[in-house]
């Protein structure tokens, strides 16, 4: 037998949209860091608790639009008490101190989120709030099997990687076309600068921490479909950091970049390598070793800055 | 003229070290003020401490009728002062467009919303203050690097791009930290022009750091010297050169 192209191209789309998911939880980290220089340990429970407010909302039978539009007002609350109330009386401090303000925000969070709601496993089903067969009116969306394109790709991913998409090209919009979005690229380039010439800091940092928020709520959601809402989703939160690694943590075009490449990098790798690595699910490890590898080649990530200091 | 800005008995303390002695001085509102004094004089930390980026432990600055003992450096903004720092402080992933055009942030008056979707005040916003960043532009014949990042330019032209960037906000006073810093003869002479015109006129009154004593002498109307934090002189250009302190701070005493 010949080698498989459909296949293989299969494969290739397949992990380009999942990477589109794990470029959007990068992205999140990328904005606090670029913002304030924290590495924010707290995104992932971020994730879990938006996600986990949305899903008992619609169990105690609150309709899917309301319950999206409630919780992403509690994240935009969340996000901006986090910097009032964790980030802003440590401004200033070491970046140590304020990563591990971080840190112990993550276990907070855990546990409150465990306190309001519960610590079962909950599933999430779109398809049950929207109707992705939406899709089907195109003919090319026809089930999970594309034949235009004589092709298998599961139709929530492409659902999913389209909201992903979506929100990234707002936000890239957001930051290039707004007078808000040119306030936080100054604040990320240079603090002292931007206070002189009078753009206000801690309303940036609030806003960052805000949208941080939603970006939390949108990408829980939509892992939430894969691995169910509960503490495993921490865990896909993780698959970010090889991206960030990749990536660069300063740069959101390395993010989607870094996003995309570990999203098809970790697929190929479990199709055409597993048996070189000792059988199936090096899908678990691999985006991990992608990125170490990486790093010894470019330490400050693909688009990262080189950091280069005056002696 | 009143004065616009008066220094009174500031002192700077970081830890045991005193930076800034008990120093008083006032600046004329439209004048061309130097500070000048050797390395580790002082001048940058009284920069700072007038713009608000330092605390002082004792003394107060009166700006504009209003004494306070500090302000935070987006109120100074507001209250139209503008600054240049030191070692540049653009930010480097924009243009220099861009760069000038957050000097304008502070009369932005349409919401991110409205900018987002291109409507309502955010055209009117775009057409004004792009117009004033083009004026500034052109004022410092920057126009071919207009969308370069300042990244990739040149020290001297970073520096331009900075002065532009203060200009924007139609300061009331500029403060400028070493705007010839590490400048070659031409660029110092340009520098110079720029400065001179922006003073004579827009009548900006301008506090400024600078090391070229022929510099000084040339365009500053008012002259404060100095040395291990403390001022040792004070007064127009050729007063200040006749002072026996300045001259020992500066050529060394003979003992």
Known sequence: MGFDFVYLIEVVVGGLLSGVMYSLVAIGFVLIYKS??????????????????????????????????????????????TEKFVMRPLANQDLLALFMATVGLATFQEGFAQFMWDSDVHGLQMNKFIDISLLDS??????????????????????????????IVVLAFFFQKTNTGMALRAVSDDHMAAMAVGIPLQKVWAIVWAVTGIIALVSGLLWAERVSVSFTLIEAVMKALPVILIGGLTSIPGAIIGGLVIGVGEKL??????????????????????????????????????????? | ?????????????????????????????????????????????????????????????????????????RDAAIAGMARTFQNIALFQGMTVLENIMTGRNLFMKSTWLEQGLNIGRAREDERVNRLAVEKVIKFLQIESIRKTPVAKLPYGLQKRVELGRALVAEPKILLLDEPMAGMNLEEKADMSCFILEINKEQG?????????????????????????????????PSEVMANQDVIDAYLGVSH
Request: glycine share 12%.
């Open chain 1, 138 to 167: 195109n003919p090319i969306f026809i089930s999970d099997y594309i034949p235009w394109l004589d092709l298998l790709i599961p139709r929530f991913d492409i659902f999913a990687s389209l909201v992903a998409g979506t929100l």
């Open chain 1, 36 to 81: 304030s220089g924290i590495f924010n340990f707290a995104q992932g429970t971020m994730l879990l608790f938006a996600s986990l407010t949305f899903v008992k909302m619609t169990e105690n039978g609150i309709g899917f639009w309301t319950a999206l539009f409630i919780a992403s007002g509690i994240m935009v609350i969340v996000g901006v008490a």
């Open chain 1, 269 to 311: 790798g479990e199709i055409y390598l597993a048996d070189l690595f000792g059988g199936q699910g090096i899908e678990l490890w691999f985006a991990y070793f992608m990125a170490l590898m990486f790093l010894v080649v470019r330490p400050q990530g693909m688009f990262g800055e080189k950091l280069i200091e005056r002696v």
């Open chain 2, 1 to 73: 003229m009143s004065d616009i800005l008066k220094v009174e008995n500031v002192t700077l303390q970081f830890g045991g070290v005193k930076a800034i002695t008990d120093i008083s001085f006032n600046v004329k509102e439209g004048e061309v003020c130097a500070v000048i004094g050797p390395n580790g004089a002082g001048k940058s930390s009284m920069l700072n401490v007038i713009n608000g980026v330092y605390l002082p432990q004792i003394g107060t600055v009166t700006y504009n009728g209003v004494t306070r003992k500090t302000i935070n450096p």
């Open chain 2, 204 to 236: 900006i009154t301008t506090v400024m750091i600078e090391h070229d004593m022929g510099v000084v002498m040339d365009i500053s109307d008012h002259v404060v010297v100095l040395d291990y934090g403390k001022k040792i002189g004070d007064g127009t």
